[in-house]
């Protein structure tokens, strides 16, 4: 399974990595969001799960992340957040899923 996200650029929000692979046995993944720039005031930012193509189900392949906020206090410069990951057992092809950063405040978004 492939989930794709933002990388981070200066004094944004963002993802460690533009995408992260996991197997299914695997049953999560931890996702890294880190901030870059001034770090002195604390930031928030919202995630959620996306669809991609070729298309993980929801709930059938992974947990959706609904509206999660983010805290980074004054000077914290990562965060992890788990994303459960379903293990069906059906053979298949690599399937794919969105990691979405919205509504930062304290920061800006990365591209």
């Given at each position: 399974m492939l989930v794709t996200?933002?990388?981070a650029?200066?004094?944004?929000?963002?993802?460690t990595?533009?995408?992260?692979?996991?197997m299914e046995e695997a049953l999560e993944i931890r996702v890294t969001i880190v901030r870059q720039g001034d770090l002195s005031?604390?930031?928030s930012v919202t995630v959620n799960t996306g669809p991609a193509t070729p298309l993980a189900k929801k709930g059938d392949d992974y947990?959706?992340?609904e509206d999660?906020?983010?805290?980074?206090?004054?000077?914290?410069?990562?965060?992890?957040?788990?994303?459960?990951?379903?293990?069906?057992?059906?053979p298949e092809f690599m399937e794919r899923f969105q990691l979405i950063l919205s509504n930062s405040t304290g920061d800006t978004l990365g591209a």
């Open positions: 996200a933002a990388g650029t200066a004094g944004s929000l963002g993802f990595l533009s995408s992260y692979q996991v005031p604390p930031a947990l959706a992340i999660q906020i983010v805290n980074f206090a004054a000077n914290e410069s990562e965060k992890s957040i788990l994303i459960s990951i379903v293990n069906d057992e059906l």
